[in-house]
């Protein structure tokens, strides 16, 4: 106990920028060149939690000096007035954005369609997207309303994509444990065979509130974060396919993509790493080769 006080002691008279690294426990590499980013979902409550998240995170990119964030839908909670985006997005992350870190949003159920309108969340006024970085490219989708339009849109932007990597995002998960919301099979009818077609190697989802990491179906890795600012305590119904499980407390995931792996750490908003490790670049025996 005596130990742990007198650390607490000389954290506190660190200089900051050693104070950041006293109080961090990054497992990624942080390889040169690698593409870096941080992921939040159902984030937008514009509560404590919330900001005690973001605090984290800053810290983290101190460290990690992630560049970009994306956010897995459920954004601002309520009303989408002026104040509720200041409330819920521009003060609990004014520290990141002040240093220059970008976010790049879905929508969500909760979200006003309206927000692909606003600048910061980087989404050029479309419902669904695309961006790259580095041999990384993103597809954004909109799970709310998959409508035939939005499938056709995915399905030739894959086959188009030259990325090393792909990675797909959007607010309902395909695969979840959760009790509150549970797996939306309608979805994973429409996106699962389009995803193995044409090689995506990770999903990332929100919208149950909490954190999973799916064992890999057909050879994709799926996440959910859906707790960065709303939570749902012991809310799993089981653990079927389930690799990792945390609902007790908000989080967000560090990713860095470097050559052929993928490393993701999950941390919680005490800063306790909950899961982290490594998936390799996955080749898709059934996938069509992309147009050049």
């Not at 809310?235 to 860095?256: I, N, P, R, Y």
């Amino acid at each position: 106990m005596r130990l742990r006080v007198w650390f607490l002691i000389l954290a506190f008279l660190l200089p900051p920028h050693l104070r950041a690294q006293a109080a961090t426990d990054v497992q990624l590499p942080l390889e040169a060149k690698s593409v870096r980013f941080a992921v939040i979902g159902d984030s937008g409550t514009g509560e404590h939690a919330q900001y005690e998240v973001a605090q984290r995170m800053e810290l983290y990119r101190e460290r990690v000096n992630f560049e970009f964030v994306i956010m897995l839908g459920d954004n601002i909670y309520g009303g989408h007035q002026p104040q509720d985006f200041r409330k819920k997005f521009e003060m609990p992350y004014h520290a990141l954005l002040d240093a220059g870190v970008k976010f790049y949003a879905t929508l969500g159920n909760h979200d006003n369609p309206d927000e692909r309108l606003y600048k910061p969340f980087n989404m050029g006024g479309q419902r669904y997207y695309t961006f790259n970085k580095g041999d990384v490219e993103f597809f954004v989708l909109d799970s709310n309303y998959m409508d035939p339009a939005q499938l056709s849109w995915i399905e030739q932007s894959l086959q188009k994509s030259t990325a090393k990597w792909t990675i797909a995002y959007f607010h309902h998960p395909l695969y979840s444990n959760g009790r509150t919301h549970g797996p939306d099979l309608d979805l994973r009818t429409r996106l699962t065979p389009l995803f193995r077609q044409y090689g995506v190697n990770a999903v990332f989802s929100g919208h149950e509130h909490v954190y999973e990491r799916v064992q890999p179906e057909n050879s994709i890795y799926y996440f959910i974060l859906g707790n960065s600012g709303k939570l749902m305590t012991h809310d799993f119904q089981s653990s079927e396919g389930m690799e990792k499980g945390f609902d007790t407390d908000q989080g967000f995931m560090l990713v860095e993509i470097a050559g052929d792996k993928l490393y993701f750490q999950t941390i919680s908003r005490s800063g306790h790493t909950i899961d982290s490790g490594s998936v390799e670049h996955q080749s898709h025996p059934d996938s069509v080769s992309k147009v050049p």
